[in-house]
């Protein structure tokens, strides 16, 4: 029997390539030899999103997005998060075992005062779907070390407390650089608005790219190399990154590489994304399947949390 491997990703937009090509992509690649449960998760999006028809429209075209990036539904799972209520639950059943140190350790919470509950409390949102699905690995981004950490901390006080009934699941990480840089150099992420979308219009793509722009020459080299890595081949790479050594090439042809070869990989992706999105009624249809096979994934171990807490 294949090994359970779980991930999420919040419902806040469409992916962008830093996304694509630090979990999705590689997730991608585990699919024939895991049991792949990709967790849509819209409780951890209320705090960036609050309008109830963007919520539910970011749920569908994040569904779209994986299956358009390959997702198997016929090997894979995917749901939204919600739709399974007794995680809150257990959520609040861990939320009881975790000191406010051990959190600060995760989330250096007394060095953000503004940070909301929700995004403070995250890593039990984590640790409850993780441990009620029973998750042999779960598979994120070397940031979440900490949180992934606090699981199996919250698993063994569990089960000292209450029986031996969690999984403490293990960690994969992806190979590929976590840091994929952005269009000013920094991490792509879209607090600092520079990234690109999984499924950028070739103009828009065009554009971007022919704006990238680093603190210097030097820096915009770097970031377009960067980007490069990530769909060039070893020696393809080493060849580019040569003739930038020797002044072969200039900044304008580095860019027009990178286009084309960005524009290659999303291509295909931004085609089937926008036939999926037509097709709503199976996008729906994709999540209902999904979430019976996730509540069938569950269903035990919830019912022993909650009865083992007295809550059934």
């Not at 503004?114 to 890593?123: E, G, H, R």
Request: net charge negative; charged share 25%; glycine share 6%.
């Amino acid at each position: 029997m294949k090994k359970i491997i779980l991930t999420g990703i919040r419902s806040t937009g469409i992916p962008h390539i830093g996304n694509y090509y630090g979990s999705i992509k590689p997730l991608m690649n585990l699919q024939t030899e895991y049991h792949v449960f990709q967790l849509i998760a819209d409780l951890h999006a209320i705090p960036h999103v609050r309008d109830p028809l963007i919520m539910n429209d970011n749920v569908r075209t994040i569904t779209a997005c994986y299956l358009a990036c390959g997702l198997d539904v016929e090997r894979s799972v995917i749901w939204r998060q919600s739709q399974i209520q007794e995680m809150a639950w257990i959520a609040l059943i861990l939320m009881s075992l975790l000191t406010a140190d051990e959190l600060n350790e995760v989330m250096e919470i007394s060095n953000n005062g503004n940070m909301d509950l929700v995004s403070c409390l995250y890593p039990t949102l984590m640790a409850a779907d993780t441990l009620m699905m029973g998750a042999d690995l779960v598979f994120a981004g070397r940031d979440h070390v900490n949180g992934l950490m606090l699981i199996n901390k919250l698993s063994q006080k569990y089960n000292a407390v209450y029986g031996d009934i969690l999984i403490e699941p293990e960690s994969i990480f992806s190979d590929l650089n976590e840091m994929v840089r952005g269009l000013d150099g920094r991490k792509m992420s879209k607090s600092f608005n520079n990234t690109i979308s999984i499924i950028e219009s070739e103009e828009d793509l065009y554009r971007k790219i022919m704006g990238l722009q680093g603190v210097s020459e030097t820096d915009s080299f770097a970031t377009i190399v960067d980007l490069l890595s990530h769909s060039l081949s070893s020696n393809e790479l080493e060849a580019v990154k040569e003739k930038i050594r020797l002044k072969e090439m200039r900044l304008p042809e580095a860019k027009n590489i990178l286009f084309e070869n960005l524009e290659k990989e999303i291509s295909p992706i931004r085609d089937e994304f926008y036939i999926l999105l037509k097709q709503p009624d199976y996008l729906n249809q994709v999540l209902l399947d999904g979430l019976r096979k996730a509540e069938e994934q569950a269903a035990l171990r919830k019912s022993k949390i909650l009865a083992s807490a007295g809550f059934r």
